[in-house]
């Protein structure tokens, strides 16, 4: 079965495209950018802002989806600039505690909205 993930909590897409998907077990999270779901603003310059908003949305997709962080399988990360990786492995480590998904950081151009970091998912619900 094939739902789409629909919440409030989460920034609404800013494209053509779903905050997630239910695939029977697995749960797909689109990227999500650091943006505060009731204004669609950037949440701060920073990485710190933009990184916890970021991981706040996502977890509030999961969440709509009945997925906890816990399930999430593997993380893909993409930063602006790459000598934030260790200040976000620090913001992410706090995030996700002793669990630890798979995971991929790859630095990019640009973003859309001028962000400086995006942040997807996969979960599995078992």
């Not at 077990?25 to 916890?52: E, I």
Request: charge should be neutral; glycine fraction near 8%.
């Amino acid at each position: 079965m094939l739902s789409t993930i629909q919440t409030q909590e989460a920034p609404a897409a800013i494209g053509p495209y779903s905050q997630g998907m239910v695939a029977g077990d697995l749960v797909f999270v689109s990227g999500q950018l650091g943006l505060d779901p009731q204004t669609g603003a950037l949440k701060g310059q920073g990485l710190d802002a933009q990184a916890r908003q970021a991981l706040a949305n996502l977890k509030a997709v999961l969440k709509a989806a009945d997925c906890q962080l816990h399930q999430v399988v593997a993380v893909d990360v993409f930063l602006t600039d790459m000598n934030d990786f260790a200040a976000f492995n620090a913001i992410y480590e706090g995030f996700f505690g002793s669990h630890k998904p798979t995971r991929a950081v790859v630095a990019v151009k640009a973003l859309p909205k001028n962000a400086i970091i995006e942040i997807k998912c996969m979960g599995w619900r078992q």
